[in-house]
Each structure stands twice: as structure tokens, then as C-alpha cells.
């Protein structure tokens, strides 16, 4: 388990297990999750992949700053990850190799958003993308859902 600070700013948890040079796979959490909510699928993976995941800001065991959580946020913050995860081999699986996304929920809006800035800055960087039970934009009854929740 490493807390890296990064270049946004926040340190968040990232627990990274399997071996280093097998291909990355990438989890993001829910709204309510926590790394531990991925354990059932990181054990089953950890022998061929390069599993990581993170305690998306505000969440878990992750810098929970003043200012923005949303989306855009968290995206900005996968992208930063994404970046240390190439520098600091302890984390990651290094390059070449492209990540798959895994996002669950609010982690597979999170996951599309940073898949379209990766592929539009850095080509190749996804390899593939899983987006279960998540949306792709804020509508009025969703906006009164989240707000409900404060």
C-alpha cells in the first residue's frame, strides 16, 4: 500500500498487488466504496494482472481536500495517477503496456472521462474500458439524487 502525493495535489491510497511487469488493470471505486469492496476480484486477478486501486479523493484512507470532488476532479487525479504509476514501479506496471479501466458506478463516469483525456493526449495509454452500472451525464433527477445525499 503506497499514499503517493500528486501533481493535483492530494495524496491518495493506492493498494498495488500482482506482479510488476503483467499487464495493469486499473479499478475504480463507487461513491461509498473503498479498495476493500474490490478484494473478491483483486484476488482472482492479482496472478495475471497488475492490479491497482485507489482510494479516489475524499474517499477511504485518500486526502479528502477542500474544493471539488466531482467528476472532473477525479479525472484530473486518475490522469496525475496514471502518470506516477509510469514513474514509480513499486505502484505500477510500468511501460509499455496500456491500462485497462475497471469503474464501478460514479468510478465508471470517472473512468470515461479519463479514458477520453488519455486517448486525446497520450494514445494507447487505454487499452480497454469497463464501465458497470455508472452514466454519462448529470440529468436534473440525478442532480436532485446527489443532493439529497448532503
Request: no cysteine; proline share 7%; glycine share 10%.
Amino acid at each position: 500500500m503506497r499514499t503517493p502525493t500528486l501533481s493535483t495535489g492530494v495524496r491518495l491510497h493506492v493498494d498495488a498487488r500482482g506482479p510488476a511487469d503483467a499487464p495493469g488493470v486499473l479499478l475504480l471505486n463507487g461513491l461509498t466504496m473503498s479498495v476493500a469492496s474490490w478484494d473478491p476480484l483483486a484476488e482472482r486477478l492479482e496472478g495475471e494482472f497488475r492490479v491497482i486501486r485507489y482510494d479516489m479523493r475524499g474517499q477511504g484512507r485518500s486526502d479528502s481536500p477542500p474544493g471539488p470532488h466531482g467528476p472532473d476532479q477525479h479525472a484530473a487525479d486518475l490522469l496525475a495517477l496514471v502518470a506516477a504509476l509510469e514513474h514509480d514501479t513499486s505502484l505500477g506496471h510500468g511501460r509499455p503496456r496500456a491500462l485497462r479501466l475497471v469503474g464501478l458506478s460514479n468510478g465508471g463516469r470517472v473512468a470515461m472521462l479519463a479514458a477520453a483525456r488519455l486517448e486525446a493526449e497520450r494514445p494507447g495509454t487505454v487499452d480497454s474500458l469497463v464501465v458497470i452500472d455508472s452514466f454519462g451525464r448529470v440529468d436534473a433527477h440525478l442532480r436532485l439524487v446527489l443532493a439529497s445525499w448532503r
